[in-house]
């Protein structure tokens, strides 16, 4: 497949992937993704070249020719680094989970009308946490992990579950041992991201083979992610499901595709607000459009999604009234405002006054001056609060691919 110090070239230049160093292990994962994070670019062929330059055994008229080669390798590796672990030593693949791959027509080589004519197997696209299995390099134990790490609250209840049950712990270890890194996902009531599931699950996907990266699906496993056997070609008349996040499908190109329900796009829309920072879900309800992720938010949300709503109105509220109230005390609550814009007098004190005595809500009492609605200065203080005091997820056990 590829060798660490291989990867750590793939990674040049390139912080949107984390490199995790633990308990002997070294994990690959991306962050986000970006134009260029698993493709190669003109500006990554340039960088490189430049680099490949400044080498002595590199000839001067091979140097784009060999860039634009060893750029198209780090982008097809890249693909790989969803959770890939190497053992910290030998640099060895240990486990090798589910590489990088887009949804129907995402992108210039997933479009539908390309591929239709292909065969595929196809599968359910389960709504959980990949969990991918492993004996440890040095002491031998079985390990479970998430694209993370081994110590995630997902892998460490997957590992549980698998270990209260021999004989799926055999089945696991075997395949291990003969060479291939089993994947699952773990779905459970406390870990939904759309997809609501009664118990916690894990649930068999498929196999990998870390030697050549290539995939099997082992019918052993009792827990198997549901298989069906319609066409490709007809996966669109499939996808008016509820309570269904879609399909996976590993075309006979050997390329693999996902395809997902509309009534799951768009409930994870609240999802991708979910994952980010949770001063951003303040931002939303200032754009007035918190009514519409409630409407279409899993029940688990709609708690904390309300709680911000009311927050966030709460603040602005008072804040106002603050500003208008500082504004009538510092201007006298019978100046009309014909007479307030006419008076270049009394406009030239009020400035005065206000910066001298409440500089800080200069620009808010100027637009109530003016007779505007001061809620525009007002949401943007009150993002730069929310900026300090709520910095992270609002959910931070969740666990959603970027």
Same mark, same amino acid.
């Given at each position: 497949?590829?060798?660490?110090?291989?990867?750590? =070239?793939?990674?040049?230049?390139?912080?949107?992937?984390?490199?995790?160093?633990?308990?002997?292990?070294?994990?690959?994962?991306?962050?986000?993704?970006?134009?260029?994070?698993?493709?190669?670019?003109?500006?990554?062929?340039?960088?490189?070249?430049?680099?490949? @330059? /400044?080498?002595?055994?590199?000839?001067?008229?091979?140097?784009?020719?060999?860039?634009?080669?060893?750029?198209?390798?780090?982008?097809?590796?890249?693909?790989?680094?969803?959770?890939?672990?190497?053992?910290?030593?030998?640099?060895?693949?240990?486990?090798?989970?589910?590489?990088?791959?887009? =949804?129907?027509?995402?992108?210039?080589?997933?479009? !539908?009308?390309?591929?239709?004519? &292909?065969?595929?197997?196809?599968?359910?696209?389960?709504?959980?946490?990949?969990?991918?299995?492993?004996?440890?390099?040095?002491?031998?134990?079985?390990?479970?992990?998430?694209?993370?790490?081994?110590?995630?609250?997902?892998?460490?209840?997957?590992?549980?579950?698998?270990?209260?049950?021999?004989?799926?712990?055999?089945?696991?270890?075997?395949?291990?041992?003969?060479?291939?890194?089993?994947?699952?996902? !773990?779905?459970?009531?406390?870990?939904?991201?759309?997809?609501?599931?009664?118990?916690?699950?894990?649930?068999?996907?498929?196999?990998?083979?870390?030697?050549?990266?290539?995939?099997?699906?082992?019918?052993?496993?009792?827990? %198997?992610?549901?298989?069906?056997? !319609?066409?490709? @070609?007809?996966?669109?008349?499939?996808?008016? %499901?509820?309570? !269904? #996040? /879609?399909?996976?499908?590993? &075309?006979?190109?050997?390329?693999?595709?996902?395809?997902?329900?509309?009534?799951?796009?768009?409930?994870?829309?609240?999802?991708?607000?979910?994952?980010?920072? @949770?001063? %951003?879900?303040?931002?939303?309800?200032?754009?007035?459009?918190?009514?519409?992720?409630?409407?279409?938010?899993?029940?688990?949300?709609?708690?904390?999604?309300?709680?911000?709503?009311?927050?966030?109105?709460?603040?602005?509220?008072?804040?106002?009234?603050?500003?208008?109230?500082?504004?009538?005390?510092?201007?006298?609550?019978?100046?009309?405002?014909?007479?307030?814009?006419?008076?270049?007098?009394?406009? +030239?004190?009020?400035? #005065?006054?206000?910066?001298?005595?409440?500089?800080?809500?200069?620009?808010?009492?100027?637009?109530?001056?003016?007779? =505007?609605?001061?809620?525009?200065?007002? +949401?943007?203080?009150?993002?730069?609060?929310?900026?300090?005091?709520?910095?992270?997820?609002?959910?931070?056990?969740?666990?959603? #691919?970027?």
């Amino acid at each position: 497949m590829f060798t660490l110090p291989e990867s750590y =070239n793939a990674l040049r230049h390139r912080d949107e992937f984390a490199v995790k160093q633990y308990n002997g292990l070294i994990c690959l994962d991306y962050n986000v993704c970006r134009s260029g994070t698993f493709d190669s670019t003109e500006e990554e062929v340039a960088t490189h070249a430049t680099y490949l @330059a /400044g080498l002595s055994d590199v000839q001067p008229e091979s140097v784009r020719s060999q860039a634009e080669a060893e750029v198209s390798r780090f982008a097809q590796l890249r693909r790989n680094f969803r959770g890939v672990t190497f053992d910290e030593v030998s640099g060895q693949i240990v486990s090798l989970p589910l590489h990088k791959f887009f =949804n129907l027509n995402q992108t210039a080589e997933t479009q !539908f009308h390309d591929l239709q004519h &292909l065969d595929a197997v196809i599968y359910e696209k389960l709504d959980g946490s990949m969990i991918h299995f492993f004996i440890h390099p040095k002491t031998g134990d079985l390990q479970a992990a998430t694209c993370r790490s081994t110590e995630t609250p997902q892998a460490q209840v997957a590992l549980q579950i698998a270990k209260s049950d021999p004989v799926l712990t055999k089945m696991i270890e075997e395949v291990i041992v003969d060479g291939w890194t089993p994947i699952f996902e !773990f779905v459970a009531a406390h870990n939904q991201i759309v997809v609501y599931y009664p118990r916690p699950r894990l649930v068999y996907l498929v196999s990998r083979n870390r030697n050549t990266g290539q995939y099997c699906f082992h019918q052993q496993f009792p827990d %198997k992610a549901s298989r069906f056997e !319609f066409r490709f @070609a007809d996966i669109l008349d499939y996808l008016n %499901k509820k309570e !269904f #996040e /879609g399909y996976v499908c590993h &075309l006979s190109n050997d390329m693999f595709v996902k395809a997902k329900t509309p009534w799951y796009l768009e409930r994870h829309r609240v999802v991708d607000v979910l994952v980010r920072p @949770a001063y %951003k879900l303040y931002q939303v309800v200032f754009d007035g459009i918190m009514d519409d992720l409630l409407a279409s938010s899993p029940d688990r949300y709609k708690p904390v999604l309300q709680k911000i709503y009311e927050e966030a109105q709460r603040d602005l509220l008072n804040e106002q009234r603050r500003v208008e109230s500082l504004f009538v005390q510092m201007m006298g609550p019978d100046v009309p405002l014909a007479v307030r814009k006419a008076d270049r007098a009394l406009r +030239k004190f009020f400035v #005065e006054k206000v910066k001298r005595e409440a500089p800080d809500d200069f620009s808010e009492l100027m637009t109530v001056y003016s007779g =505007n609605n001061p809620q525009g200065g007002i +949401k943007d203080k009150l993002m730069e609060v929310y900026r300090v005091k709520y910095p992270n997820r609002v959910l931070s056990d969740m666990d959603v #691919e970027p």
